[in-house]
Protein backbone atom coordinates (compact mmCIF):
# COMPACT_ATOMS: atom_id res chain seq x y z
CA UNK A 1 0.00 0.00 0.00
CA UNK A 2 1.38 3.19 -1.07
CA UNK A 3 1.03 6.39 2.10
CA UNK A 4 0.57 9.26 0.27
CA UNK A 5 1.26 11.04 3.27
CA UNK A 6 4.78 9.97 3.68
CA UNK A 7 5.72 10.53 -0.31
CA UNK A 8 3.94 13.85 0.62
CA UNK A 9 5.76 14.78 3.34
CA UNK A 10 8.93 13.54 1.65
CA UNK A 11 9.29 15.67 -1.40
CA UNK A 12 7.92 18.73 1.36
CA UNK A 13 11.07 17.89 3.02
CA UNK A 14 12.85 17.59 -0.27
CA UNK A 15 11.69 21.07 -1.28
CA UNK A 16 12.44 22.98 2.10
CA UNK A 17 15.40 21.40 3.93
CA UNK A 18 15.86 22.56 7.25
CA UNK A 19 19.16 24.68 7.92
CA UNK A 20 20.62 27.07 10.71
CA UNK A 21 20.27 30.43 10.68
CA UNK A 22 23.89 30.98 9.63
CA UNK A 23 23.90 28.25 6.87
CA UNK A 24 21.00 30.28 5.21
CA UNK A 25 22.77 33.31 5.67
CA UNK A 26 25.93 31.30 4.39
CA UNK A 27 23.41 30.09 1.60
CA UNK A 28 22.61 33.64 0.68
CA UNK A 29 26.38 34.84 0.16
CA UNK A 30 26.65 31.69 -2.23
CA UNK A 31 23.79 32.63 -4.39
CA UNK A 32 24.88 36.48 -4.24
CA UNK A 33 28.04 34.91 -4.99
CA UNK A 34 27.18 32.65 -7.89
CA UNK A 35 24.82 35.26 -9.52
CA UNK A 36 27.94 37.16 -9.94
CA UNK A 37 29.80 34.54 -11.95
CA UNK A 38 27.32 34.49 -15.03
CA UNK A 39 24.56 33.21 -17.12
CA UNK A 40 26.83 30.03 -17.92
CA UNK A 41 26.55 28.97 -14.25
CA UNK A 42 22.93 29.82 -13.98
CA UNK A 43 22.01 28.11 -16.63
CA UNK A 44 23.84 25.04 -15.39
CA UNK A 45 21.65 25.26 -12.25
CA UNK A 46 18.56 25.15 -14.06
CA UNK A 47 19.66 22.31 -15.87
CA UNK A 48 20.42 20.36 -12.55
CA UNK A 49 16.70 21.60 -11.70
CA UNK A 50 15.11 20.61 -14.97
CA UNK A 51 17.26 17.01 -14.54
CA UNK A 52 15.68 16.67 -10.73
CA UNK A 53 12.20 17.39 -11.40
CA UNK A 54 12.19 14.92 -14.74
CA UNK A 55 12.82 12.10 -12.43
CA UNK A 56 10.41 13.24 -9.79
CA UNK A 57 7.61 13.38 -12.47
CA UNK A 58 8.29 10.29 -14.00
CA UNK A 59 8.77 8.43 -10.41
CA UNK A 60 5.65 10.11 -9.60
CA UNK A 61 4.03 9.31 -12.73
CA UNK A 62 4.95 5.63 -12.13
CA UNK A 63 3.73 5.57 -8.51
CA UNK A 64 0.07 7.57 -9.71
CA UNK A 65 0.07 4.22 -11.99
CA UNK A 66 0.23 1.73 -9.18
CA UNK A 67 -2.07 3.57 -6.52
CA UNK A 68 -4.94 1.50 -5.60
CA UNK A 69 -7.58 3.92 -3.83
CA UNK A 70 -8.97 7.11 -5.14
CA UNK A 71 -7.66 9.29 -2.65
CA UNK A 72 -3.70 7.93 -3.12
CA UNK A 73 -4.81 8.69 -6.87
CA UNK A 74 -5.82 12.77 -6.11
CA UNK A 75 -3.05 13.22 -4.22
CA UNK A 76 -0.76 11.79 -6.03
CA UNK A 77 -2.20 13.41 -9.34
CA UNK A 78 -2.15 16.91 -7.63
CA UNK A 79 1.94 16.19 -6.66
CA UNK A 80 2.58 15.16 -10.01
CA UNK A 81 0.66 18.45 -11.02
CA UNK A 82 2.46 20.43 -9.22
CA UNK A 83 6.02 18.80 -10.42
CA UNK A 84 4.79 19.62 -13.92
CA UNK A 85 4.11 23.23 -13.58
CA UNK A 86 7.81 23.62 -12.03
CA UNK A 87 8.84 21.90 -14.86
CA UNK A 88 7.33 24.23 -16.81
CA UNK A 89 8.78 26.67 -15.25
CA UNK A 90 12.22 26.12 -14.99
CA UNK A 91 12.18 25.14 -18.68
CA UNK A 92 10.96 28.55 -19.41
CA UNK A 93 13.85 29.84 -17.53
CA UNK A 94 16.36 27.49 -19.40
CA UNK A 95 14.82 29.48 -22.71
CA UNK A 96 15.58 32.55 -21.44
CA UNK A 97 18.97 32.34 -19.71
CA UNK A 98 19.87 30.64 -23.14
CA UNK A 99 19.07 33.63 -24.99
CA UNK A 100 20.90 36.13 -22.83
Keep these: ?12 AHERPQHTRAERKGDRETMSSNNDQGPELKLEHIMGALDVLFTLREELAQWLEEANDESSKEALGNVLRHVEEMESEYQRRREAAEKV
Design 1 to 12: MLDVQLIITQAE
